[in-house]
């Protein structure tokens, strides 16, 4: 029974490290930036996926799916950010999120 639970474990591991992780540089386009309503619009777009997403402005990274990490990071207008998701629909997610980061709405 043990070197079955042994074998269950490491097919989980497998299967974790074959999870692909996408991570992307982005120029903000929206004059508001990531401040208010543009904020809560990116939490609700990263909710929608599975994928563990987190954001980077400089030192600081934040869980994306957290609207207080992302207006702790007071990302403004044409500021770069890198969007990073480790998840089976990390490229999915990723996508769109850059879609709604340069739209200049």
Same mark, same amino acid.
């Given at each position: 029974?043990?070197?079955?639970?042994?074998?269950?474990?490491?097919?989980?591991?497998?299967?974790?490290?074959?999870?692909?992780?996408?991570?992307?540089?982005?120029?903000?386009?929206?004059?508001?930036?990531?401040?208010?309503?543009? &904020?809560?619009?990116?939490?609700?777009?990263?909710?929608?996926?599975?994928?563990?997403?987190?954001?980077?402005?400089?030192?600081?990274?934040?869980?994306?799916?957290?609207?207080?990490?992302?207006?702790?990071?007071? &990302?403004?207008?044409?500021?770069?950010?890198?969007?990073?998701?480790?998840?089976?629909?990390?490229?999915?997610?990723?996508?769109?999120?850059?879609?709604?980061?340069?739209?200049?709405?």
């Amino acid at each position: 029974m043990a070197a079955q639970n042994q074998e269950d474990v490491k097919e989980i591991s497998a299967q974790t490290d074959r999870m692909p992780k996408v991570e992307k540089e982005i120029t903000i386009m929206n004059s508001q930036g990531l401040h208010a309503r543009p &904020a809560a619009l990116f939490v609700q777009i990263a909710a929608k996926y599975d994928s563990k997403i987190t954001v980077k402005k400089g030192a600081e990274s934040v869980n994306g799916k957290s609207i207080m990490g992302i207006l702790m990071l007071g &990302a403004q207008f044409q500021n770069k950010i890198i969007v990073t998701a480790d998840g089976p629909d990390a490229q999915a997610a990723v996508d769109e999120l850059e879609n709604f980061l340069t739209k200049n709405d």
